[in-house]
């Protein structure tokens, strides 16, 4: 069952694709139209010069006919030039759509980078689309300028609605990236935040027990270069002053093992004989 998300990810990106065939067509619209205005003025220099143009036509005629070009000082030039403006503009557009460079657009040209949505993109498709209707142009022009106008107002909406995100929703780089997260984003962000919370507690408990150990060099001397007190004397000592007393354990017994009675010592070695002496009858 397709979700809300897919839906708006594919209509923005139909949307895109619109607005990158519309770009196309007036592309390719500019381009023809500005051919067909350099043939008409060359046509109209030939008949000034064959003198079938008067100079009362000249008056009379705003436009040259069969061209967009204003029949004034430097008319030919500023039309070129508008065309050739309208191309690059064009070319520019349909580089943002397709999101390359995007480093470019950042930098450079930030309303149409990756950080701003699609609503300063439908206001240059407008601009550049009344420009060209507000000039007689042929069918094929007409309809291509009036497809822009109408894809320009449709990414003004759509970023009035999506604002900047719009084009983070659409992103097909996004869509795979999330599309390959299985896990819940809740579950995987509460392991992030147990497994900080454990090493910075374990760091932490790393951090004291080094600082103990080193007070206690730095106490007893090793930390200065010289040689530790060692289990003898004058460790006893120097522990003592401290306050740390050292107690000789208690003796004890086994469970199992019978008390020791009162009883007088036995020496392990033998009493020697007495001896016995028998007085005779005889002896002097």
């Known amino acids: 069952m397709p ?58 005629c705003d436009y040259i006919e069969n061209s967009t070009v204003p029949n004034q000082l430097g008319g030919v030039f500023w039309a070129i030039v508008n065309r050739l403006l309208i191309i690059f503009q064009v070319i520019i557009l349909i580089m943002s759509e397709v999101g390359w460079p995007a480093t470019f657009f950042d930098r450079f040209f930030p309303v149409l980078g990756t950080d701003f949505g699609l609503g300063a993109l439908g206001i240059f498709q407008g601009l550049i689309g009344a420009a060209v209707l507000s000039q007689h142009v042929d069918d094929f022009t007409f309809v291509a ?101 050292i107690s000789k354990p208690i003796e004890s017994l086994p469970r199992y093992a019978a008390r020791p009675t009162s009883a007088p010592s036995v020496s392990s070695r033998s009493p020697s004989p007495q001896p016995r002496f028998a007085s005779s009858n005889t002896a002097i």
């Not at 030939?46 to 003198?51: I, L």
């Not at 599309?179 to 454990?198: E, G, Q, W, Y």
């Not at 930390?223 to 003898?232: D, I, L, S, T």
Request: hydrophobic share 45%; net charge positive.
């Open 3 to 60: 979700t809300i998300r897919t839906y708006i990810f594919f209509g923005l990106n139909a949307v895109r694709v619109l607005s990158i065939v519309s770009l196309l067509l007036v592309f390719a619209s500019s381009i023809f139209v500005m051919v067909k205005d350099i043939e008409a003025v060359n046509s109209f220099e030939a008949a000034k010069q064959s003198g079938n143009v008067t100079s009362e036509d000249l008056v009379n």
């Open 145 to 245: 300028a009036f497809f822009l106008f109408v894809l320009g107002c449709i990414n003004m909406l759509l970023g009035l609605i999506f604002r900047e995100s719009a084009k983070d929703r659409r992103s097909i780089t996004a869509w795979r990236n999330e599309d390959r997260n299985v896990l819940p984003t809740h579950s995987s962000v509460a392991n992030l935040n147990r497994s900080a919370t454990a090493s910075s507690a374990q760091s932490s408990m790393s951090s004291t027990v080094y600082d103990e150990k080193a007070r206690d060099l730095a106490e007893f001397g090793a930390a200065r270069g010289r040689a530790g007190y060692g289990f003898g004397r004058q460790g006893e000592k120097a522990a003592a002053m401290k306050g740390f007393l």
